[in-house]
C-alpha cells in the first residue's frame, strides 16, 4: 500500500524517444522529476539528450529492440521473455519501497518483454499500465487487419484469430507475437496490483469490450506543451502535413492519395514499414523522416 509517493519508476521500452509512446513516458518522468525522484528504466539505448541533461535517473539495459536484432533467436527469446530485464529490474527496486514508490509502465512489447510483471507483484509494488496502443489484447496490438486494410472484429487469441495472417511482415511473425501474447496474458492478466489508464474514451471501449475483467481503470489524457499560443489561421496555410508512424492503420495512405488529388503541397514527417514504398510511389511528397520535437517546429 503506498502511503505517499517519494518515487515514480517509469518503465519504457526505449530510452531515447523512438514514438509518441516513448515521447510521452519520457516527458512525463522529466516532468515528475522535479517534485520526485524519478528512475526510468529501458532496454534499448542510446539514451537521449534530453534525458541526459535533466534530473532523471536512467538506467538502460543497452539491449537491440526484437525488431532490429540481426540475432533472430536472441530476439524471439528476448521478445517472450526478457530475462535480464526481470533481473535488473528486481535488483532495481530493492533500492525503493512499496511504500513510497509507484511504478508506471507505458512500453514493455518491443524488448522489455511481460518478464517484469512477475516481480514488480512479488515484491508489492502498485503498478500504473498506461494503454498506448492494443497490445493490451490484440498480438499486433493494432485491432487491424494490415495485408487487407481493415479493422479487425475477431476476438483476439481466438482459434480464428491465431489463424488470421493480419501481420504487416508475414504469418510466422503473426505466430511468434501469438506465443508472446499468450505468456503476457499469463503474466498480466491476474495481477491484482495493476492499475490501467486509458488515453481515449475510444480506447477504453475497444479494450474493456475485449478485456471485460479489468477492474481499475481510470482516464488521462496524455500531455501535450505548446510553444506558441496564438489561434492559427488555417485557411491560410499553404502545406499539409503528416506526422506520425508510416503505417496502414494510422492512414498515411489516405493522407498521399488526397493531397495528390488535391495538388497541394505537403511533408510527411515519420518513419515505418511504408516510408520506402510511399516514398518512391509519391515524388511530389516531401519524406523527411523522423524528426525530434525542435526539428519539427518550423514545418509546424
Not at 36 to 60: I, M, R, W
Not at 249 to 262: L, S
Amino acid at each position: 500500500m503506498v502511503k505517499k509517493v517519494k518515487n515514480v519508476i517509469v518503465i519504457c521500452d526505449f530510452a531515447y524517444i523512438e514514438g509518441g509512446a516513448s515521447r510521452v513516458a519520457h516527458e512525463s518522468a522529466i516532468a515528475l522529476s522535479k517534485d520526485y525522484h524519478v528512475t526510468l528504466f529501458a532496454a534499448v539505448g542510446p539514451v537521449s539528450d534530453e534525458l541526459q541533461a535533466s534530473k532523471v535517473n536512467v538506467v538502460c539495459l543497452g539491449q537491440k529492440d526484437i525488431l532490429h536484432d540481426k540475432n533472430r533467436l536472441h530476439a524471439v527469446l528476448q521478445g517472450l521473455w526478457n530475462k535480464e530485464a526481470k533481473e535488473k529490474l528486481s535488483k532495481v527496486l530493492n533500492h525503493f519501497s512499496c511504500e513510497d514508490t509507484i511504478v508506471h509502465v507505458h512500453t514493455w512489447t518491443k524488448g522489455i518483454s511481460s518478464s517484469i510483471f512477475e516481480v514488480l507483484e512479488e515484491k508489492g509494488f502498485q503498478v500504473a499500465l498506461t494503454t498506448h496502443d492494443y497490445f493490451l489484447v490484440c498480438p499486433n496490438g493494432g485491432l487491424y487487419n494490415y495485408p487487407h486494410h481493415h479493422i479487425c472484429e475477431i476476438p483476439p487469441m481466438s482459434g480464428t484469430c491465431i489463424r488470421t495472417n493480419c501481420d504487416a511482415r508475414n504469418y510466422g511473425h503473426k505466430l511468434f507475437r501469438v506465443c508472446r501474447q499468450k505468456i503476457q496474458n499469463d503474466h498480466i492478466r491476474p495481477r491484482k496490483n495493476i492499475s490501467y489508464i486509458f488515453i481515449s474514451d475510444f480506447a477504453s471501449t475497444q479494450l474493456l469490450r475485449r478485456y471485460p475483467s479489468i477492474q481499475k481503470h481510470y482516464f488521462l489524457e496524455n500531455p501535450i506543451n505548446f510553444t506558441n499560443r496564438f489561434q492559427v489561421e488555417c485557411d491560410k496555410n499553404s502545406l499539409y502535413l503528416y506526422v506520425g508512424r508510416l503505417t496502414d492503420d494510422k492512414g498515411i495512405r489516405i493522407f498521399c492519395e488526397g493531397v495528390t488529388k488535391a495538388h497541394v503541397p505537403a511533408v510527411v514527417i515519420g518513419k515505418g514499414v511504408l516510408y520506402e514504398e510511399l516514398k518512391a510511389k509519391y515524388p511530389q511528397i516531401k519524406f523527411v523522416g523522423w524528426k525530434e520535437k525542435k526539428d519539427m517546429v518550423p514545418y509546424l
